[in-house]
């Protein structure tokens, strides 16, 4: 007797108003990545907004240059730097909730066609903004507005709220062998 082959039956195609996006995990790339569908959404005329939670403005970041110097992206680098290389972590937690409530007040706006929140998931995951809120602002955001997060450990309510998870994997790293970070690479 044969074996009947089990079919599973793909969902109906369908057209999405929007989406919600998250590139997590220890690799290279997250952020990059976005900033790539970030040139994607431009070249479309669409609107775009990026909020960073951890660098700051002093970085001078080459995508922040070009992306708002040159293509008119929204963009705000509201972080206070690395955690470890700050005096007062009660400032930065400060900082982070200010970041989240412009994130937020963005999204609801609903002007932007892609809003990109970089680097969110450390605050998230270190209780200085509310997941909970974070996932419902996500869940319940204006029709048209597409949102993409980034960050290591994306908490499994973030991935659950999401419509596309990427988990980026290091491999290997130059900065493992004692690389320094370099412009036009990782800034």
């Not at 082959?5 to 109906?12: D, I, L, V």
């Amino acid at each position: 007797m044969s074996e009947v082959p089990t079919t599973h039956e793909k969902p109906a195609s369908r057209r999405a108003p929007s989406l919600v996006l998250v590139n997590t995990g220890d690799g290279k790339g997250k952020s990059t990545a976005a900033f790539g569908v970030v040139l994607r959404a431009v070249a479309r005329d669409w609107s775009v907004a990026v909020v960073q939670f951890l660098k700051s403005g002093a970085w001078q970041v080459g995508e922040e240059k070009v992306c708002r110097d040159r293509l008119g992206v929204d963009w705000w680098a509201i972080g206070q730097g690395f955690t470890w290389d700050s005096a007062d972590l009660t400032e930065d937690e400060a900082v982070a909730a200010e970041a989240w409530r412009h994130a937020r007040a963005t999204i609801e706006a609903g002007a932007h066609q892609l809003v990109v929140l970089d680097e969110i998931t450390y605050p998230m995951n270190w209780g200085w903004i509310d997941p909970d809120e974070v996932v419902a602002t996500l869940r319940d955001r204006p029709r048209a507005v597409t949102v993409f997060c980034t960050g290591r450990d994306a908490p499994a309510a973030l991935v659950d709220v999401a419509d596309t998870v990427t988990e980026m994997r290091k491999v290997k790293h130059a900065y493992d062998s004692g690389v320094l970070a370099r412009k036009g690479i990782d800034y």
